[in-house]
């Protein structure tokens, strides 16, 4: 029970501490589920990360059910997922009730812009942290300088790319095995 308890309240934490959507929660997962708790590998985020954008629904909510069934099962999964929903919950109702009235004052709008740059360095921060370990040599490289390419340049959705990055990945690790087992 204290484990759940935890769960929550990190996962609390972390959803009230998350502008910008599930993007900008990445610096902020890697940081506390990474480095401070040890509840997972920068890969396993990765991966849980890759698996939350691929399923329908909100990709931080997906990363953290990941992480608390990980930790505990499915009860794991739902309190993490509760976790990091309450603070949206309270603070949109909040938000809603003001927001109508006050959002064409330019003390509002200056906030938000402030805001918005804020979370493009979060997002910034977590591609630079986590491409360090995920881009590591020239397969890797190639899959990354593809994709962004792609994304950039295409209207492939997110989907369709995380698939063929993850095919690609795979053929490349097949090669390998294959090449590996000729030369034995």
Known sequence: M????KLYRVFFNIGICTFGGGYAMLALLQRTIVEQYHWATEEEL??????????????ALNTSTFIGYKRR???GGIV???????????IILIIALFLKNYASLP????????IRACVTILILDAVLKLGKKSVVDKRSWAVFLTVALLSVFTKLS????????GAAGWLFWHKDVEQEAAER
């Open 2 to 5: 204290r484990e759940l308890w």
């Open 46 to 59: 990765m991966d849980y990360y890759a698996i939350g954008q691929c399923t329908p629904g909100i990709i």
């Open 73 to 75: 099962g499915i009860p």
């Open 80 to 90: 993490a997922s509760l976790g990091f929903l309450s603070p949206s919950i309270v």
């Open 107 to 114: 003390l509002v709008k200056h906030a938000f812009t402030g």
């Open 158 to 165: 997110s989907i369709v790319l995380i698939v063929a990055a």
